[in-house]
C-alpha cells in the first residue's frame, strides 16, 4: 500500500491510501469496492446517481433512495460476485466516478462508466479508466471481449471509447436530426474490443 499525503490538494484527499496491485493507467487509479470506502467516497458515489444531467446521460432517473439503502444495494451486488466495480480516483486520490464490469461470463463482459465530477468532463479521464477496467479484464480475468452500450446522442461517450479502442458493433450512428419537437426515444448503440484488438493498441 502507498499513502499518498499530497501538498495542496483537499481535505479529503490529504491521507488517500492506494495499492500497488490496484489498476492505473494515465492520471488515474481504479479502487476496488471490495475495499472500505471512505464516508466522503460514498457520498460522492450516492450524489452522482442523484444529479438530473447525470442521470439523463445515463438513460435513468435521478436516485430517490436513501444513502444507507444505496449502501446496501451496492455491497450487496459485489457480495452476488458477478460484476467487479471500481472508484474512479484522480491522481490526487479524489473520486471522480464509477467503472464495472458486469454480465460477466467466462470469456466476456458488459463495460459501464459513470464519470459524477462534472468539472473533469471532456479531459480524459473517462478513457484513462476505460483502459485501465480493460488491461484488468484481458490480462488479470482472461476475459476475450468486453462490450458496451451507450446512448446514440451521447457523442463525447463514443469518442472516448474509440479513444481506448473500442469499435461500433455496426457503422457508427448517424448524426441526430432536428425532431421538431418531438422527443426521439433514447437509442442505444452497441461497441465491443476483443483481446486481441486491445493488444493492437494497448
Known amino acids: 500500500m502507498l499513502p499518498y499525503t499530497l501538498p495542496g490538494v483537499s481535505r479529503y484527499a490529504e491521507a488517500v491510501v492506494i495499492s500497488d496491485t490496484w489498476p492505473r493507467c494515465g ?26 444531467e447525470i442521470a439523463e ?19 450487496g451486488e459485489v457480495a452476488r460476485g458477478d460484476r467487479l466495480g471500481f472508484g474512479i480516483l484522480d491522481e490526487k486520490g479524489e473520486w471522480l466516478g464509477t467503472v464495472e464490469l458486469y454480465e460477466l461470463s467466462r470469456n466476456e463482459a458488459t463495460l459501464g462508466i459513470l464519470i459524477g465530477a462534472k468539472d473533469r468532463w471532456g479531459q480524459g479521464y473517462g478513457t484513462d479508466a476505460v483502459r485501465a477496467v480493460l488491461a484488468y479484464a484481458f490480462t488479470k480475468m482472461g476475459l476475450h471481449k468486453v462490450k458496451l452500450r ?47 484488438q486491445w493488444e493492437g493498441v494497448a
Open 57 to 75: 446521460w445515463n438513460g435513468s432517473r435521478p436516485l430517490k433512495m436513501p444513502v444507507w439503502l444505496f449502501k446496501r444495494v451496492v455491497m
Open 150 to 196: 451507450t446512448y446514440r446522442h451521447n457523442l463525447r461517450a463514443q469518442r472516448a471509447f474509440e479513444k481506448a479502442g473500442f469499435r461500433f458493433v455496426s457503422s457508427p450512428p448517424p448524426p441526430l436530426r432536428f425532431n421538431f419537437g418531438f422527443t426521439p426515444k433514447p437509442e442505444f448503440v452497441p461497441m465491443e474490443i476483443t483481446k486481441e
Open 27 to 52: 492520471r488515474v487509479t481504479l479502487k476496488p469496492f471490495t475495499e472500505t470506502l471512505t464516508e466522503e467516497e460514498w457520498r460522492r458515489f450516492y450524489e452522482c446517481f442523484r444529479d438530473p
